[in-house]
């Protein structure tokens, strides 16, 4: 079975035919299966709290202190830290309210329909009940062009008329049959003066209390994705005790010695796990489901190996977030030429006046060949102009 969590104000519709009800009553019905985050459901003087993830309030995973925090309507939500979905309602109530961590990193999809709220962290299952119980939903072609042009979706779109994606840092609260979402958290791009030294010890220190926090819980065994890169590399040096390291290839490459000769500085184990020649066809449904097919699926490299590490490991790190920042991914640059051809080294290039049409046809992880033409002649402006607003809206939020 494919992993599910849903919500839903129905007293009879249920998303999924089977898994575990973790509450049940007049107006709920929250089920969990087959997935692997954890999930706690606090009931305390006629309230519920169902928390998915670790949310950290000062420096440990504490879901009971972030339970109370959250049904305080006084305490600020940014107090809480790491990665967690929280539902909190009043047993015998109809009012629902929903927080999501600062990144949205347990993704939530919902939909109101004939006054009843349904919601799941996995978008296939709501899109499979609109399928079969709403008749006048649709396809969203404009969000599949966009996901096709920038291989992801932006904002809080999907891919159907009915459902929308809770975005980062947010509040959403239902009564009376109304929606409600405010943002309690926007991230802060005050410059600094700092040194290059300054800010990279700064760094330093910020990464070690990162995993200091993030490991605060006990009982579990750490473990490390570790390419031997820059990205990765910064991460392990960030553990007081080395976790084991594993590193994938289909084949034992410069790669995995380089990530061998990395874990054996800090005396960690160190672990090759060879991927089929073709790791993406035999999981291909799997890795989509997981993602809500809101990315692409090859970012689910290491989905389906858990019997490799499990025995060594049930915690992973890895260090894709700091591998986009030191790459400079979102920086406009270009080439810089070396006897007219282009080098590996980049430098910064200007913007121009129309900076929407600029990201849409140089941010670096789009599609890189001419996709309109591709698309027939009656729909290319009005899927492009979609597109371009889409994007709009973006950076309009940005300059709040």
Same mark, same amino acid.
């Given at each position: 079975?494919?992993?599910n969590?849903?919500?839903t104000?129905?007293?009879n519709?249920?998303l999924t ?6 509450y049940?009553?007049k ?13 706690? %459901?606090?009931? +305390?003087?006629?309230r519920?709290?169902?928390i998915?993830g670790?949310p ?11 339970a109370?925090?959250?049904?305080d309507p006084? %305490?600020? $939500?940014? &107090?809480?830290?790491?990665e967690?979905?929280?539902?909190y309602f009043?047993e015998?109530?109809?009012?629902l309210?929903?927080?999501n ?5 347990? *993704?939530?999809?919902y939909?109101?329909?004939k +006054?009843h709220?349904?919601?799941s ?8 009940? &609109?399928k079969?119980e709403? *008749?006048?939903v649709k396809? $969203? ?6 996901? @096709?042009?920038? =291989?992801?979706l932006?904002? $809080?779109?999907?891919?159907? $008329?009915?459902?929308k ?6 509040? @959403?609260?239902?009564?009376k049959?109304?929606?409600s979402i405010?943002k309690?958290w926007?991230?802060?791009?005050e410059k600094?003066?700092c040194?290059?030294?300054e800010?990279a010890? =700064?760094l330093?220190?910020?990464l ?18 570790l390419?031997?890169g @820059?990205d990765?590399r ?8 080395p976790p084991t390291?594993?590193?994938?290839g289909v084949t034992e ?20 796990i ?11 449904? +799997? !890795?989509?489901?997981l993602?809500?097919g !809101? ?5 689910s490299?290491?989905y ?6 499990q025995?060594?490991?049930? %915690?992973l790190?890895?260090g894709h977030?700091?591998d986009?920042?030191f =790459?400079? !991914?979102?920086v406009?640059s270009?080439p810089?030429?070396?006897w007219?051809?282009n ?5 910064i290039?200007?913007?121009?006046q129309?900076i929407?049409?600029d990201?849409?046809h140089n941010?670096?992880f789009? @599609?890189?060949?001419?996709l ?7 729909y290319r #402006?009005? &899927?492009?102009d979609a597109?371009?607003? #889409?994007? +709009?809206?973006v950076?309009s =939020?940005?300059k709040?």
């Open positions: 079975m494919l992993p969590f849903n919500i104000f129905s007293q519709g249920e035919p089977t898994g575990k009800a973790l049940s009553d107006y709920f019905l929250v089920k969990s299966q087959f997935y692997n985050n954890k999930i706690t %459901v606090i009931r +305390e003087n006629g519920v709290t169902i998915v670790n950290i309030v000062g420096e440990e995973i504490n879901p009971y202190k972030t109370k925090m959250i049904s006084d %305490v600020d $939500n940014s &107090l809480i830290n790491g967690f979905l929280s539902i009043s015998g109530s109809k009012d309210y929903v927080v961590d600062r990144y949205a990193s347990i *993704p939530f999809y939909f109101e329909y +006054e709220l349904y919601g962290i996995f978008y296939n299952s709501l899109w499979n009940y &609109l079969k709403v *008749p006048d396809c $969203n072609e404009e969000a599949i062009f966009e996901f @096709l042009w920038l =291989q992801r932006t904002g $809080n779109k999907t891919y159907d $008329n009915y459902t994606f809770l975005e980062s840092s947010s509040e @959403l609260y239902y009564s049959n109304k929606i405010k309690y926007y991230p802060s791009f600094i003066n040194s290059l030294n800010c010890e =700064q330093s220190i910020l070690k209390n990162s995993v200091k926090n993030k490991t605060s819980d006990s009982g579990i065994k750490l473990g490390i994705f390419s031997g @820059l990765s910064i991460i392990l040096s960030s553990f007081e005790n390291c594993f590193t994938f490459n410069n790669e995995s010695k380089v990530a061998k000769n990395v874990a054996n500085i800090v005396n960690a184990p160190h672990h090759f060879k991927l089929s020649s073709d790791p993406y066809s035999e999981k291909i449904d +799997e !890795m989509v489901y993602g809500g !809101m990315y692409v699926f090859d970012h490299i290491f389906g190996y858990s019997k490799e590490v025995n060594y490991a049930n %915690v790190f890895h977030g700091i986009y920042m =790459q400079g !991914m979102y406009p270009k810089f030429k070396i007219n051809k080098s590996p080294y980049l430098k290039r200007s913007l121009s129309d929407v049409h990201f849409l941010i670096p789009r @599609l890189k060949f001419d309109i033409s591709y698309i027939k002649k009656e #402006s009005k &899927l492009y597109l371009y607003n #889409s994007i +709009e809206q950076f =939020q940005g709040d």
